[in-house]
């Protein structure tokens, strides 16, 4: 048997405050999750980047040693490993993506705004007013690796995080945590939205690159979208004939594992007392034939919407790992 998980292991890092849990803390608590995912092909998201003695402005250097802390004696320790890194060629300081196989890791291959680009926009509610459109770019890559899991046919992983729900920054029209207007947060959130939905987009282009090269790729598309299904994002990386009217596409279209799920327990994240669903792990129609069965583990997650409810009381995730099953690709 094969199992792919996808975890948000939420900010994990070595600092800590009087409202986040130390990393000794987490550790414990995140090797027990670890092991229950017990994954040959594990996809990570917002793992930071830990500065290194000898880290500047001008030449940073950071390892991923709050990640090692976390898989050391574990038997993730000893997989190959694949990380998201800036132009400097470094890992992220924040939110960097990261697979680690047990298989061998053929390539990696990054993008951010590289697919599209040149998109501008003029907020219409900044203060002063801004006198013509400004670029707008999404900060989180999408990460690419193929794996080699010994059938002569790579299998194609795609890493995401898209960009979260909460509003982008309006100058002028935030003061701390509050919002001076309800138009300035609405563009705020319009603008975080056109982001995600770009991120998205930039992931379906390159689908359609990976099955224009290769129609019968084995293709896993996973990770948090911060999006629900039935949402633009979710849509626009599936590519439903129903969407396109194109059967002759269906080879392309991809198939959420979590419709294997009972609706009952098929979500991985709480906000006030509702369960959402998303994390995502998607399958191309190359692989459905593999695929066995699919699981969420959410019996442990926490709502940090409530009031006083602050991460130092929860060591682990408030994102529920994703896993799935499949029969092995040689077979």
């Known amino acids: 048997m094969l199992r792919i998980a996808t975890f ?4 994990l890092d070595e600092a800590s405050d009087d409202r986040n849990p130390s990393l ?6 995140l090797q027990h999750a670890l092991k229950r995912i017990d994954a040959d092909i594990l996809c990570l998201q917002e793992v930071h980047g830990q500065e290194l003695p ?3 402005l001008d030449n940073p250097k950071r390892s991923l040693s709050a990640l090692d802390a976390v898989i050391a004696g574990t038997r993730y320790e000893s997989y190959k490993r694949a990380h998201t890194v800036t ?3 470094v890992a992220y300081d924040k939110r960097n993506l990261v697979v680690l196989s047990r298989f ?10 590289d697919k599209i680009e040149d998109l501008k926009y003029r907020k219409v509610t900044a203060k002063p007013i801004e006198g013509e459109a400004k670029d707008i770019g999404w900060e989180r890559p999408i990460q690419h690796v193929t794996v080699d899991t010994g059938n002569n046919q790579p299998l194609h992983l795609i890493n995401l995080h ?3 729900r909460l509003s982008s920054n309006i100058k002028g029209q935030k003061d701390g945590f509050e919002w001076k207007s309800a138009a300035g947060w609405a563009e705020g959130y319009f603008l975080s939205s056109l982001k995600r939905v770009g991120q998205a987009l930039e992931t379906r282009v390159l689908l359609d690159e990976i099955f224009a090269n290769e129609p019968e790729a084995r293709v896993v598309v996973c990770g948090d979208f911060n999006s629900e299904p039935g949402e633009v994002p979710v849509e626009a990386i599936c590519g439903r004939v129903e969407n396109t009217n194109n059967p002759e596409l269906r080879h392309t279209v991809l198939v959420p594992c979590s419709k294997g799920i009972p609706e009952s327990v098929r979500y991985s994240h709480l906000h006030h007392g509702e369960g959402n ?11 459905l034939s593999y695929f066995r ?4 583990f959410n019996e442990n997650l926490h709502d940090e919407s409530l009031p006083f409810t602050f991460d130092n009381k929860y060591p682990e995730s408030d994102h529920a790992p994703f896993v799935a099953e499949f029969t092995d690709l040689d077979a």
């Not at 000794?24 to 608590?29: G, I, K």
């Not at 669903?277 to 190359?286: F, G, P, R, T």
Request: charged letters at 25%.
């Open 54 to 56: 000898e880290h500047t």
């Open 293 to 296: 069965k699919a699981a969420i």
């Open 87 to 89: 132009s400097d060629n």
């Open 104 to 113: 061998p890791i053929v390539s990696q291959k990054q993008y951010r705004n």
């Open 24 to 29: 000794a803390d987490r550790v414990p608590t």
């Open 277 to 287: 669903l998303l994390d995502h792990m998607m399958l191309s129609q190359s692989l």
């Open 8 to 11: 948000n292991i939420e900010n």
């Open 162 to 164: 898209l960009k979260s």
